[in-house]
C-alpha cells in the first residue's frame, strides 16, 4: 500500500510505502501506527521532527530524507534494519543530533550525504560495522577521521582535504586529489576493482603511479582531468585492467605502456601527445576513443585489433593517416570528425560487418573506398569535408539507414541512390556545389529529408511519398 498525503490521521499497519510531503510543517511519532509495516519513506522537506518512535519504524528499509531539517527533538528514533539512508542536498551539519539515533541502524549499508553542508563525517559514522557504501560527491566534506572496515564504496566531494588510512575492503574509490595536502596510501588496497582518481596534482604523480601498479584486482581506471604527463611503462603489470579513461588529460605528452587486456580505451584533450603506444598487444580491445588529440600524426597497431567494435577519432587535427581499417573484422562502429590532414582513408579490403561509420573533415578528394564488405553498414555521417567532391559505393549499401553528407562544399554528384531501400533519413544541408540527387524517388523506407542549402540543385528531386519530414528538420 503506498500513501502520499501528509494530512493522514495516522499511517496504518497496512501502508509499506510513504512519500511525505512535509514542507514547512512538523513530523510527529503520532502519524505512524506503532509496529507498522512501513519499509520505504520520503520525508520531503520537514521543519522539525518530534515524539517518541518507539516500536513504529521496525520494519524501515529505506528511509530518503532529503533536505533534511536541522531540529532533530524525537527520541528513540532506532531504525535497526534500515539499510539505505539517503541525507543527499539536507542542510544538516555533522553535530546534528540525529546522527546518534539513526547511527544506530546497525543493518546500514548505503549512506548517501552528496550535496550536503556536510564538512566532516561524523564519528558516530565507524560504529557502522556493516556499512559498505559513502556517497559524498558534491559535498562540502572536507575531512574524515575513520572509516568503517566493511567499506567497499567511497566517493568523495572536490574540497576533501584529509583522508584516514583507507581500509583494504575498499572496491570501489571515487576521489578528487587537488586539496589533499598528503598523498593517500593507495598500495594496501588490495581489493581495489575499480578506482577514479581526478585532478591529481604534479607533486602526487610518481606516488601514486607506484601504489597504482601494484592493484592487482584493478579493472577500472580513470585519470580524469587530472596533471599527469607520462604515463608509465610500468602500468602494464595491471594485467586485470579492462577500461582505462585519460580524458581530459591536457598535459599527458608519452604513453610507455598499456596494459594487455584492456577492452576499452579511452584518450581525450591530449593536447601535446604526438605518439601513441603500438597497439598490436591490446588484443581484446572492443572500444578505442580518440578525442582532442592536436598533435597526434598517426596510430599504429591499427589492423591487429580484430575484436574492436568501436572506433571513434575526433578533432585529431594532425593526423595523417590511419591504417590498417580493412582488418578490424569485428568493426561495428566507426566515427571520424575534424581530422583535417588525412590523406588516406583505406576501407577497400573492410571484412568487418560495419554498423556505423561517420567521416568528418576528411579533406582528401581522391577517397574511393569500395564498401562492397559493408554489408551490414546501418549509417553513415560525413560531416564538413571541404575537399571531398565525390562518394562512390553508397549505391551497393543496402543495410544503410541513415546518411548524413552535410556540409561537404565540394561535391557536385552522389551516385545514385534507389537501391538504398532501408533508408530512412537523408541529410545533405550545405552541400553548395550539389547538382543533382538520382534515385531520390525509389527509396521506399525515406521518412526524413534535409537539403536546405544546396543551392547549385538544378532540379527538384521527385519525392518518395513515405517522406515525412523535410526541410531542415531531420529526426533521429
Not at 537501391?419 to 543533382?436: A, D, F, P, V
Amino acid at each position: 500500500m503506498l500513501c502520499t498525503i501528509f494530512q493522514l490521521f495516522q499511517v496504518t499497519e497496512k501502508v509499506q510505502l510513504l512519500n511525505l510531503d512535509a514542507t514547512g510543517k512538523t513530523c510527529e511519532h503520532k502519524k505512524f501506527a506503532e509496529r507498522s509495516k512501513l519499509r520505504y519513506l520520503q520525508i520531503n522537506e520537514a521543519e522539525v521532527v518530534v515524539g517518541d518512535f518507539k516500536h513504529r519504524l521496525l520494519n524501515l528499509r529505506w528511509l530518503c530524507w532529503q533536505d533534511s531539517p536541522l531540529h532533530f527533538e524525537a527520541t528513540n528514533f532506532h531504525t535497526k534494519k534500515l539499510v539505505i539512508l539517503d541525507l543527499s542536498g539536507s542542510r544538516i551539519p555533522e553535530n546534528w543530533k540525529g546522527w546518534s539515533q539513526i547511527t544506530m541502524a546497525s543493518n546500514l549499508k548505503v549512506l548517501d550525504i552528496s550535496y550536503t553542508e556536510i564538512r566532516e563525517l561524523p564519528d558516530e559514522i565507524r560504529m557502522l560495522k556493516k556499512l559498505e557504501i559513502i556517497d559524498a560527491r558534491g559535498s562540502r566534506l572536507r575531512g574524515i577521521r575513520s572509516l568503517p572496515t566493511s567499506i567497499h564504496t567511497l566517493g568523495l566531494c572536490v574540497d576533501v582535504e584529509a583522508l584516514p588510512e583507507l581500509p583494504s575492503s575498499l572496491q570501489v574509490l571515487r576521489v578528487h586529489l587537488w586539496r589533499l595536502h598528503a598523498t593517500p596510501n593507495l598500495a594496501n588496497l588490495v581489493n581495489l576493482q575499480v578506482l577514479q582518481c581526478y585532478q591529481i596534482p604534479d607533486n602526487m604523480n610518481q606516488i601514486i603511479f607506484s601504489d597504482i601498479v601494484k592493484l592487482s584486482k584493478l579493472q577500472r581506471l580513470d585519470f580524469g582531468h587530472s596533471n599527469i604527463m607520462t604515463l608509465p611503462k610500468e602500468i602494464d603489470a595491471l594485467s586485470q585492467l579492462k577500461f582505462l579513461n585519460l580524458q581530459p588529460c591536457c598535459k599527458l605528452r608519452c604513453i610507455l605502456g598499456l596494459p594487455p587486456n584492456l577492452v576499452g580505451l579511452y584518450i581525450g584533450g591530449v593536447e601535446s601527445l604526438e605518439i601513441l603506444p603500438d597497439l598490436s598487444n591490446l588484443k581484446l580491445l572492443s572500444e578505442l576513443w580518440l578525442s582532442g588529440c592536436d598533435k597526434l600524426t598517426k596510430i599504429q597497431g591499427l589492423g591487429n585489433l580484430e575484436l574492436l567494435e568501436s572506433l571513434r577519432i575526433d578533432e585529431c587535427y594532425r593526423l595523417t593517416q590511419i591504417q590498417g581499417l580493412g582488418n578490424l573484422v569485428s568493426l561495428a562502429s566507426f566515427y571520424m570528425r575534424l581530422c583535417y590532414e588525412i590523406v588516406e582513408l583505406d576501407l577497400l579490403e573492410c571484412s568487418a560487418p560495419l554498423a556505423s561509420s561517420e567521416i568528418s573533415g576528411y579533406k582528401h578528394p581522391e577517397n574511393k573506398p569500395d564498401r562492397s564488405n559493408l554489408n551490414k553498414l546501418k549509417k553513415i555521417e560525413v560531416i564538413g569535408c571541404q575537399n571531398l567532391n565525390k562518394i562512390e559505393g553508397l549505391h551497393i549499401l543496402v543495410s544503410l539507414e541513415y546518411l548524413n553528407l552535410s556540409y561537404c562544399p565540394s561535391m557536385v554528384r552522389m551516385p545514385n541512390l534507389s537501391n538504398l531501400k532501408m533508408l530512412r533519413h537523408l541529410q545533405l544541408c550545405g552541400c553548395l556545389s550539389l547538382r543533382e540527387i538520382e534515385g531520390l524517388e525509389a527509396l521506399e523506407a525515406l521518412k526524413g529529408l534535409n537539403i536546405m542549402g544546396c543551392s547549385s540543385l538544378e532540379k527538384v528531386p521527385h519525392l518518395p511519398n513515405t517522406l515525412i519530414y523535410s526541410g531542415d528538420f531531420l529526426p533521429l
